[in-house]
């Protein structure tokens, strides 16, 4: 088993999500451009019904981030738009009625909600004692496969953080966003113990691939 960050987009000024994220802008102002490298690849179009695509080195880093995965952990601003406490259960996702993760999805928030079954076997289970509790659950759900932490920036960072990733492939984006998110704000890779392990450049992203030593 092991913790994995995948297919995460980094534009080339370090940043994971525009500014002014919103229900009409889910990715932020410009950030949009930074994930473009996902949406010719096989694996984007497998998910999402539509004909044949692109089988590159893009697609071959987007396919490994679903292989082996038994769950995964998010936080919240990945599952939606809502802020403060949840005013409903209305709100299911970005994804429509059966989202493309087929497992339990822990989601970290401060404010309980109950769980919620979706088509095509995903659950979303929302967490609200923080990122070792959501980890725990998500380990026990994987049943020995490997568990993928979803974003936002800051769900990553407090996981780099607590040294508790294993491996994290970053997608570079050759774009500059001027304003956001910052991965890498706060936090010393090298002396919390990853090192580069892979570059793989791809048609439209450089793919580096992190591991802890």
């Keep these: 088993m092991a913790v994995r960050v995948c297919c995460f987009g980094v534009s080339l000024d370090g940043y994971s999500a525009g500014p002014n994220q919103g229900l009409q802008n889910a990715l932020g102002e410009n950030f949009f451009d930074v994930m473009k490298w996902m949406f010719p690849t096989r694996m984007w179009h497998t998910l999402y019904g539509q004909g044949p695509a692109e089988t590159g080195k893009d697609n071959m880093m987007a396919e490994r981030g679903f292989e082996n995965i038994g769950s995964w952990v998010m936080g919240r601003n990945m599952f939606g738009p809502v802020r403060g406490p949840w005013p409903d259960d209305e709100w299911k996702g970005w994804w429509g009625e059966e989202p493309p993760y087929h497992c339990d999805v822990f989601v970290l928030t401060h404010h309980a909600r109950p769980p919620l079954e979706m088509k095509g076997g995903t659950t979303f289970h929302f967490v ?28 990553v960072r407090q996981y780099l953080q607590a040294r508790l990733i294993d491996e994290a492939h970053l997608a570079l984006g050759p774009v500059l966003i001027g304003a956001g998110e910052s991965l890498f704000s706060g936090i010393d890779l090298r002396e ?19 591991r802890r030593k």
Excluded: F, S, W
């Excluded at 609200?128 to 800051?154: F, S």
């Excluded at 090192?195 to 992190?210: D, K, S």
């Design 128 to 155: 609200t004692d923080g990122i070792h509790a959501a980890l725990n659950r998500a380990k026990q759900a994987a049943a020995g496969k490997d568990v993928r932490i979803g974003g936002g920036a800051a769900t």
């Design 192 to 210: 919390l113990g990853y090192e580069v392990a892979e570059t793989i450049p791809g048609e439209r992203a450089t793919h580096i691939v992190l």
